[in-house]
């Protein structure tokens, strides 16, 4: 009786390790090799996130950049053109101001030589006005 306990336990000890040996190569390693590549996995994700993060923050500051210098291109083109518009307003306030200085002093020539004509035309008609202011006189 002791050697049928003995050889049931040393076949149940052979089974168990024969056991955990078949277990070992079909269930743990495959699922130890599979649960460390998922960690792998998981790992270069999160690397790939953060260097994807790091070239959206380049692209960001890049984005803003060109927006700045945008910026500055435009208010310099308003300066100038607004410069300028200030040139050819004043060119033609110029042109303006001369003709009218112009047509002024075409005014004041024709005005003058009217003046001239008028006083001319009134000593010529002088001695009427004598007359018939002494005719006036000497009927009162």
Known sequence: MLDMNLVLLLSTAVLFLALIVVLNKILYKPLLD???NRNNLIKKDLESAAKNADD???????ANQIILD??????SKRIELLASAHADAEKKLEAKKS????EYGEFIKTLESEKVELKNALK????????AVKAKLSKI
Request: no cysteine.
């Open 70 to 75: 945008a910026k500055n291109e435009v208010a």
């Open 34 to 36: 599979f649960i460390d």
């Open 99 to 102: 003709k009218l200085e112009a």
């Open 56 to 62: 959206v923050s380049v692209y960001y500051e890049e």
């Open 124 to 131: 010529s008609q002088m001695p009427l006005f004598r007359e």
